[in-house]
């Protein structure tokens, strides 16, 4: 057991404890307007070939969920970076095309680089954290999110983005508002839940976790999201390998690395290829590898996820990751979250 956590009791720290007010607040700010009702009567009605979904970084990888949920709503949706949408799908920049750009920022230099080359050529929706960002004042409608400032890595931009991005869907498709309201009116007090006992959790994952070198974070579906995000967030925190990918892309070769050094993050995921991804944990674990299951059911409290509807799963989900950011950081004797390479703001392509 860990007796030292003050060095990571710093900013990064506060807004991760911070997630629940930003939750509630980005709830209450939540709108549908007339020009998001439009946009969904003239998807329905086939105006729009194609549903482009675009962001950088986290604020890619929460796309997944809407991704998989407008296609499941009969749309033709593709998810692509920023930087690559600019530079290899400028196709796409034409009237039958709507695009969904996520940035907290709202002015990295490829969203700059966007709208200076769609000038007006698609329809945009804005999805930020930044009202007065060159995205916001230049898209056709934003959905905002209320995070407020955050230190350096996203967590509170991140999953006040999964809140917005599951209001755009429901709107998108044309679904019952005050349900959706009523669901999401559940995460602030189940994120609040979890991380009352944050001490405990760092601690047992601190334990769990020593010696590793190489961490791995796997799941389906809507899960990819905090698959992607969370091997991000640890890159950035704490500066050691980690590496998101599907359950399936692991066992294409990955699996190899399993060693008393590698870790793996199994996530349960929906119930359709739930026992897909259990099968893997198992196989990990035959193999005398080194793996967790991060499910409401997991035999590790850290990364037992709290009880709540699973509309919202997706923001749960990134718990455990943020949890083992501050384990790591612990084990080093450094506060994590602390940029000394990188910036909040990416400004050069």
């Known amino acids: 057991m860990l007796t030292q956590l003050a060095v990571i009791e710093g900013q990064y720290l506060r807004d991760i404890l911070d997630q629940a007010r930003a939750l509630e607040d980005t709830l209450k700010s939540l709108e549908d307007g007339k020009w998001l009702y439009d946009l969904a009567a003239r998807l329905r009605r086939g105006k729009y070939r194609t549903v482009v979904l675009t962001g950088m970084g986290s604020s890619f990888h929460a796309l997944h969920p809407i991704h998989l949920k407008l296609i499941e709503h009969g749309l033709t949706a593709t998810m692509v970076e920023t930087s690559e949408l600019i530079h290899y799908h400028s196709r796409l920049f034409i009237p039958e095309t709507v695009i969904i750009a996520v940035s907290q920022s709202g002015q990295s230099a490829e969203v700059i ?8 050529k698609s329809a945009i929706v804005a999805v930020t954290n930044s009202p007065e960002s ?6 056709n409608a934003m959905v905002l999110t209320r995070a407020g400032k955050e230190f350096s890595v996203s967590c509170k931009t991140y999953v006040t983005a999964l809140m917005a991005l599951k209001w755009l869907e429901d709107v998108l498709c ?3 508002l005050d349900r959706t309201r009523a669901e999401l009116g559940q995460v602030a007090p189940a994120v609040e839940s979890y991380l009352a006992d944050w001490r405990e959790r760092v601690q047992t994952l601190a334990a769990l976790l020593t010696e590793v070198r190489h961490l791995f974070l796997v799941g389906r579906g809507r899960s990819l999201a905090a698959v992607g995000t969370g ?4 890159k950035e925190s704490d500066r050691i390998h980690a590496e998101g990918m599907s359950s399936a892309a692991f066992r294409h070769g990955p699996f190899e690395m399993l060693s008393p050094e590698t870790f793996v993050l199994v996530f349960a995921g929906d119930s359709l290829t739930r026992h897909l991804n259990r099968r893997l ?3 990990i674990r035959a193999q ?6 991060v499910a409401g059911d997991s035999e590790v409290t850290a990364c ?4 709540a509807p699973r509309t ?3 923001i749960v989900e990134i718990l455990p990751v943020q949890m083992i950011t501050l384990a790591l950081a612990a084990q080093a004797g450094r506060e994590a979250g602390r940029f000394a390479l990188a910036s909040k703001i990416t400004t050069t392509e």
Do not use: Y
């Open 174 to 176: 044309e679904r019952d």
């Open 281 to 283: 944990l198992e196989d």
């Open 304 to 307: 037992s996820l709290p009880q």
């Open 113 to 120: 680089r966007l709208l200076e080359m769609n000038r007006g």
């Open 134 to 139: 060159p995205l916001a004042r230049q898209a």
């Open 231 to 234: 091997a991000l967030i640890v």
């Open 312 to 314: 919202f799963l997706p």
């Open 288 to 293: 005398q590898g080194r793996a967790c299951w």
